[in-house]
Every structure is written in C-alpha cells, then in structure tokens.
C-alpha cells in the first residue's frame, strides 16, 4: 500500500484548506485511514478517523466539528479528504496520513488503535496556519 497526501501549505487564521490522500495497492477493503499531525517535540496526534467499507468516522476532541473526513474510490485507488474549517494557529503542524489494514471494525474502532500500529505512512504535508 502507499499514500500520498497533498494540499498542505500555508493558511490564514479561520481558512479552510483541504488535505487530500491517495491509496493504493490494498486488497482489503476493512481499512482505517486516519490522519495525525505533529509539531516538533510533540508525540504524533491522532486528528481524523475514517472505516474505508462503510465510511464512519470518528475525530479528536481537536478536530470535532472544525474537521471533516470523507472518502472518494475510483480506479482500485481511495483518496480520503480532510476539510478543515475555522483553522488556528494551534493547527499547525505536519499532517500525516496513515492506514491500518488488518481488519478494521468502525471510525470509532480505527480511533482506538494507537498510532504505533498503523502499518503505512504518507511522506506528510506540511500546514502553516498565521
């Protein structure tokens, strides 16, 4: 499987940018995308949670109602989208998609299984939010 995000950059405060992640090569449809973000000296944050077989999600208590998670299938290839909304500067950081392929159950499930058990990761793109 590979990942590769886009759409990172620079943002004003309460901007609206859209990250975006292309997944290839699965042959299991049961996966958890999420994105997680970090800052320099800051463990990895778990941001949004998306269950690719029926499309539930779930989100951090950071990202709730400012974040939405959605995917888009087409050509053996999902792209999962991150909108984020009323941006701060706290968002800061570099966001990392990344997937779970071993059997997902729901959104909130992927949210549970801890950063160090997901088995593929984006390259990462940066966002700067002043």
């Known amino acids: 499987v590979q990942l590769v995000e886009s759409g990172g950059g620079s943002a004003q405060a309460g901007g609206s940018p859209r990250l975006s992640c292309v997944a290839s090569?699965?042959?299991?449809?049961?996966?958890?995308m999420a994105w997680f973000r970090q800052t320099p000296g800051k463990e990895r944050e778990g941001v949004a949670y998306?269950?690719?077989?029926?499309?539930?999600?779930?989100?951090a208590d950071s990202a709730k109602g400012r974040f939405t998670m959605s995917q888009d299938s087409a050509d053996a290839k999902i792209t999962v989208n991150l909108e984020m909304e009323s941006l701060e500067p706290e968002d800061t950081a570099m966001y990392y998609c990344?997937?779970?392929?071993?059997?997902?159950?729901?959104?909130?499930?992927?949210?549970?299984?801890?950063?160090?058990?997901?088995?593929?990761w984006g390259q990462g793109t940066q966002v700067t939010v002043s």
């Open positions: 990344a997937a779970y392929l071993r059997g997902a159950v729901s959104g909130a499930w992927c949210a549970d299984v801890p950063a160090r058990s997901y088995n593929v």
């Open positions: 090569g699965y042959t299991d449809s049961r996966i958890c």
């Open positions: 998306l269950y690719t077989l029926s499309g539930s999600t779930a989100y």
